[in-house]
């Protein structure tokens, strides 16, 4: 990798992909991808890895978590891709007009989680904001308050469950 980052040696490259290539490929098809997607996603994740070579920080982290923190971020972005409808997917013209009783009961829910949200203890409502509003997940959050993963997850737990409850 250093050979690759500091000289550009295509040569090196060659061997750090004949040796992650596949690793990458089985890594993404163990999460669920099919073998194409994930042969395509793996080299999308080597070509990146040349590009940014120079990116690479043998202080950070090692090769391999370096290239697999890639491929994780590459399958993230697969999976992201492929929730969002395409153009030719989504409704044109106007909307149906939604029931009146759907609204005002989709209405008073809202109003019952707003006063279920407010009701939580400080530190399970802050969480939950984070989780759920922020789009964190539970190692961001950790990162972000400095509380163990443990406590974060204990406490978002708490949390739902005390909303379900409210919700009944």
Request: glycine share 6%; net charge neutral; charged share 30%.
């Amino acid at each position: 990798m250093v050979a690759v980052r500091d000289d550009r040696d295509e040569a090196a490259f060659i061997r750090l992909f004949g040796h992650f290539g596949p690793r990458v490929k089985s890594f993404l098809m163990r999460t669920g991808m099919d073998s194409a997607l994930a042969e395509e996603c793996a080299q999308e994740v080597l070509v990146t890895v040349w590009n940014k070579a120079h990116l690479f920080d043998a202080t950070r982290a090692s090769p391999s978590t370096w290239i697999f923190t890639i491929a994780r971020n590459k399958k993230i972005d697969v999976l992201r891709k492929q929730r969002r409808p395409e153009p030719e997917d989504l409704p044109w013209g106007p909307e149906a007009e939604p029931d009146q009783a759907d609204v005002l009961g989709l209405q008073q829910e809202s109003e019952q989680l707003g006063r279920a949200l407010r009701d939580l203890p400080k530190k399970q409502r802050e969480l939950i904001e984070k989780a759920y509003f922020g789009e964190l997940s539970h190692s961001e959050i950790a990162e972000q308050t400095g509380l163990p993963l443990g406590t974060i997850k204990s406490r978002i737990r708490l949390a739902l469950e005390r909303l379900r409850h409210s919700m009944k």
